[in-house]
């Protein structure tokens, strides 16, 4: 028998497990249980059982490919037991495990968490980078130069896929940070008060900007209030604060529109510059002031939280352009990159 499986997704803690085997259409049939083959566009709901009858799981089956040698993909659930028990169920018939190559480029696709990063890390396990150096290297000298600085002007997105950055909520005590946080995550997530100084630890949480193949992840957080009057545990909390400021890809300034506030950029703390967003909040309560510079977003987050962070992602969004159509220009391979830099500066 020349039959063999192998796990397709992540081995880890998952919500389904993909199984692809490959064998004679009889023998798969026999190893699911099956009658026989679905048609093409089926996709039927199986009970697989072990040689005592005894059900292990159901999943979904689809034909990927039939002939001499079919290839049929199962769909599972995640847990450690079924699969385990899968496995030996196929082991028991003769089946053999046949290990997928998981280069660290596809473990990087198996883990991908937005669809951007899913796509880059794909293009790039398939061979899709060097295949795009290939191409630039038969071009004429002139030509290639053009090219590369082209694709390398496309370099800040492998530095977001290669670890999500950092968008840091910061601004005074009780401006409705925390609350625009839980409002943008869609959960509370962090505790909501009154009082100066709730906010004691940098919390963070990933979040996706952008909708479809382009989407992709980031790290937003939320900071304790930075106040001149603060000592002890809060004084520290505000260091935290500040060393997030300084590691933020973006920052989103709070502030209330209530009463009048310190604007951080007169006061040293930011530079209003093209990685910084003011937001003007607690609008609901009244507009005590007017800040300089321009203003990203105006509302409540208490009662509108989910449109400014909306209006906040677009504003995010257009501060970084759009990721380039073909995934593999998204240089996360050094070795192509390196090579593209040199064409580059010819």
């Known amino acids: 028998m020349s039959s063999t499986f192998r796990l ?10 993909i199984w692809e085997l490959k064998g004679a259409e009889v023998e798969i049939a026999a190893a699911l ?11 039927p709901l199986i009970k697989i059982r072990d040689a005592n009858g005894d059900e292990i799981d159901q999943g979904v089956f689809w034909v ?41 480029s596809y473990k990087r696709f198996l883990k991908a968490a937005s669809p951007l990063a ?14 795009l150096r290939e191409a630039l290297q038969a071009m004429p000298p002139s030509q290639r130069k053009k090219e590369a600085r082209r694709i390398l002007s496309y370099s800040y997105w492998a530095q977001i896929l290669e670890c999500p950055p950092a968008v840091v ?5 009780n401006a409705g940070k925390s609350t625009l946080f839980n409002a943008w995550l869609g959960r509370r997530r962090v505790v909501v008060s009154p009082h100066p100084g709730t906010t004691r630890d940098c919390v963070e949480a990933s979040i996706v900007l952008g909708k479809g193949d382009d989407a992709f992840e980031v790290r937003l957080v939320d900071t304790a209030g930075i106040w001149d009057e603060a000592v002890g545990d809060d004084s520290r909390a505000i260091g935290q604060s500040r060393q997030a400021l300084r590691e933020a890809w973006r920052i989103v300034w709070v502030l209330d529109a209530s009463v009048m506030s310190r604007v951080p950029w007169e006061e040293g703390e930011g530079g209003q510059g093209e990685r910084e967003f003011l937001v003007l909040n607690k609008c609901d309560i009244g507009s005590a002031w007017s800040p300089p510079g321009v203003v990203a977003c105006r509302g409540s987050a208490l009662t509108n939280g989910a449109a400014m962070a909306e209006e906040l ?7 970084v352009g759009v990721p380039p159509a073909n995934p593999a220009k998204i240089l996360l391979e050094t070795s192509v990159r390196e090579t593209l830099q040199a064409w580059a500066s010819d």
């Open 64 to 104: 990927r490919e039939r002939g001499a040698i079919a290839r049929v993909e199962l769909h599972l659930h995640g847990g450690k037991g079924v699969k385990q028990a899968f496995a030996n169920h196929l082991k028991a018939q003769g089946w053999k495990s046949s290990s997928l190559h998981c280069t660290a």
């Open 118 to 131: 899913a796509r880059a890390w794909y293009a790039l396990a398939s061979g899709g980078s060097f295949v």
């Open 8 to 17: 397709l997704s992540a081995g880890e803690f998952v919500a389904l497990s």
């Open 33 to 43: 249980g099956c009658e026989g083959f679905p048609s093409e566009g089926d996709f």
């Open 169 to 173: 909520l910061a601004g005074p005590p």
């Open 313 to 319: 992602e677009r504003c995010l969004l257009n501060s």
